[in-house]
């Protein structure tokens, strides 16, 4: 029996990849990017935000989930697929509350980054302009519910990183919020320290660092120059 | 410049609804290039000429979002009389900064800051001269068919002429990926 090679296409571009790993993965560690945001190197897999959609042997699924096989036909930067991520970037936006030229995450957000890349000129829906909870009860971080994209990275990062499990999601529908892991509700009561990986892993500025604000200032940040595209796989607040 | 002067001077009609007047600083920030910018329009309605009322345009920039009922009188007048309605900034397209409001009552924040605020004059403003204000603030293309959008708060002065240039020229418009900001 003849080995097959442990590759498939990428938008007609071959992708080696180890066993087990999935397309997203392989197509980031051969410096390809596919955007995504519930996505990171170092948890398990969510397939909720489905920015990573990619039409595979012509059917659509979300390449964080899918194992790479060899021989698979993977489309990704298409015209067609670049719509529909910016349709689900517009969503995103008008179910939250998105004020970036208020926003001290502006320039380092994914969010942001990935409306930059794909050219989201307007929300195009009607906004919710949902009422949600600021909580500022801890000393050194803030929870701006305003801007989170539940992405559940911070709840994932505290459960099975911090071994502390902060954060969870509650709720259905436009009510779905994030909930703090304490008897009063607030982070400040909480397990949450400084130091956790949950501190770090949010994608947006919805848990921000107090005592930083705009210390690097807007057009310097690491998205202003350089498109996410470019910049792949990295998330973290210094940028 | 790559712009052919057109056979007539296109019209634009300029407005700043609930706005800082920050994009149209960016309009002026385009410093020399208002001079061939003269060349290529005439402007109508707009804070630049003080015309207060607007005839039939081809272009229509317009800066702030929706707040209350004069916004969406000037609004809908421009659409009316516009062949193309651009959204320039934050407010335009999101609702921006006066959206910020949106999370609360109305009728509470008019009490809050006219009556139980201290110093506060003790009663709200009814002027009827006074526009009555909209229960929440609204991006413009959630009030009129919008055509084309410039993001940014505001968007730079380079940002907004190449996107003038292109659509004076009849090209798509584009913006580099440095000139394409949200802040």
């Given at each position: 029996m003849t080995d097959i090679p442990n590759s498939f296409n990428l938008d007609g571009e071959p992708i080696p990849f180890e066993p087990g790993q999935t397309i997203l993965?392989?197509?980031?560690?051969?410096?390809?990017?596919?955007?995504?945001?519930?996505?990171?190197p170092?948890?398990?897999?969510?397939?909720?935000?489905?920015?990573?959609?990619?039409?595979?042997?012509?059917?659509?699924?979300?390449?964080?989930?899918?194992?790479?096989?060899?021989?698979?036909?993977?489309?990704?930067?298409?015209?067609?697929?670049?719509?529909?991520?910016?349709?689900?970037?517009?969503?995103?936006?008008?179910?939250?509350?998105?004020?970036?030229?208020?926003?001290?995450?502006?320039?380092?957000?994914?969010?942001?980054a990935l409306a930059y890349d794909l050219e989201m000129f307007n929300d195009h829906f009607t906004h919710f302009f949902q009422p949600r909870e600021v909580d500022a009860s801890h000393p050194d971080f803030f929870l701006d519910?305003?801007?989170?994209?539940?992405?559940?990275?911070?709840?994932?990062?505290?459960?099975?990183?911090?071994g502390k499990t902060v954060f969870g999601l509650a709720g259905r529908g436009r009510d779905?919020?994030?909930?703090?892991?304490?008897?009063?509700?607030?982070?400040?009561?909480?397990?949450?320290?400084?130091?956790?990986?949950?501190?770090?892993?949010?994608p947006v500025g919805a848990i921000l660092p107090k005592e930083v604000g705009f210390a690097k200032p807007i057009g310097e940040r690491k998205y202003d120059e350089t498109p996410i595209s470019q910049l792949a796989f990295t998330c973290d607040w210094e940028g | 410049m790559n712009v052919r002067p057109p056979m007539k001077k296109l019209k634009v009609a300029t407005t700043s609804l609930s706005?800082?007047?920050?994009?149209?600083?960016?309009?002026?920030?385009?410093?020399?290039?208002?001079?061939?910018?003269?060349?290529?329009?005439?402007?109508?309605?707009?804070?630049?000429?003080?015309?207060?009322?607007?005839?039939?345009?081809?272009?229509?920039?317009?800066e702030g979002a929706v707040c209350n009922s004069e916004n969406v009188h000037v609004l809908r007048e421009l659409r009316r009389n516009c062949k193309m309605l651009v959204a320039v900034g934050a407010c335009a397209i999101t609702g921006g900064l006066p959206a910020q409001?949106?999370?609360?009552?109305?009728?509470?924040?008019l009490q809050r800051c006219?009556?139980?605020?201290?110093?506060?004059?003790?009663?709200?403003?009814?002027?009827?001269?006074l526009p009555l204000l909209l229960d929440k603030v609204y991006p413009i293309n959630e009030i009129v068919r919008v055509d084309y959008f410039i993001p940014g708060c505001p968007p730079s002065g380079d940002a907004l002429w190449k996107y003038l240039t292109d659509l004076i020229g009849g090209r798509m418009p584009r913006l580099d990926y440095q000139s394409f900001r949200f802040d």
């Amino acid at each position: 029996m003849t080995d097959i090679p442990n590759s498939f296409n990428l938008d007609g571009e071959p992708i080696p990849f180890e066993p087990g790993q999935t397309i997203l993965q392989a197509a980031l560690n051969s410096g390809h990017f596919i955007p995504h945001l519930c996505a990171h190197p170092e948890f398990k897999p969510h397939g909720s935000c489905k920015l990573c959609i990619v039409v595979v042997n012509d059917r659509t699924g979300a390449s964080c989930t899918m194992k790479a096989l060899p021989g698979l036909e993977v489309q990704s930067d298409t015209p067609d697929l670049n719509h529909r991520r910016r349709t689900l970037l517009q969503m995103l936006f008008v179910e939250g509350n998105h004020f970036c030229p208020g926003c001290e995450k502006s320039g380092n957000c994914q969010l942001q980054a990935l409306a930059y890349d794909l050219e989201m000129f307007n929300d195009h829906f009607t906004h919710f302009f949902q009422p949600r909870e600021v909580d500022a009860s801890h000393p050194d971080f803030f929870l701006d519910r305003n801007r989170c994209i539940m992405c559940e990275l911070c709840v994932r990062a505290s459960r099975d990183l911090d071994g502390k499990t902060v954060f969870g999601l509650a709720g259905r529908g436009r009510d779905l919020h994030l909930v703090v892991n304490s008897a009063s509700g607030k982070l400040g009561d909480s397990a949450f320290a400084k130091t956790d990986r949950a501190a770090r892993v949010c994608p947006v500025g919805a848990i921000l660092p107090k005592e930083v604000g705009f210390a690097k200032p807007i057009g310097e940040r690491k998205y202003d120059e350089t498109p996410i595209s470019q910049l792949a796989f990295t998330c973290d607040w210094e940028g | 410049m790559n712009v052919r002067p057109p056979m007539k001077k296109l019209k634009v009609a300029t407005t700043s609804l609930s706005g800082c007047f920050g994009c149209h600083m960016s309009l002026l920030d385009i410093d020399e290039r208002l001079l061939e910018l003269a060349k290529l329009v005439e402007f109508d309605r707009s804070p630049i000429t003080d015309i207060k009322t607007c005839g039939p345009c081809d272009i229509a920039l317009i800066e702030g979002a929706v707040c209350n009922s004069e916004n969406v009188h000037v609004l809908r007048e421009l659409r009316r009389n516009c062949k193309m309605l651009v959204a320039v900034g934050a407010c335009a397209i999101t609702g921006g900064l006066p959206a910020q409001r949106n999370q609360r009552d109305v009728g509470e924040i008019l009490q809050r800051c006219y009556v139980d605020m201290p110093g506060a004059q003790g009663r709200v403003p009814d002027d009827p001269e006074l526009p009555l204000l909209l229960d929440k603030v609204y991006p413009i293309n959630e009030i009129v068919r919008v055509d084309y959008f410039i993001p940014g708060c505001p968007p730079s002065g380079d940002a907004l002429w190449k996107y003038l240039t292109d659509l004076i020229g009849g090209r798509m418009p584009r913006l580099d990926y440095q000139s394409f900001r949200f802040d």
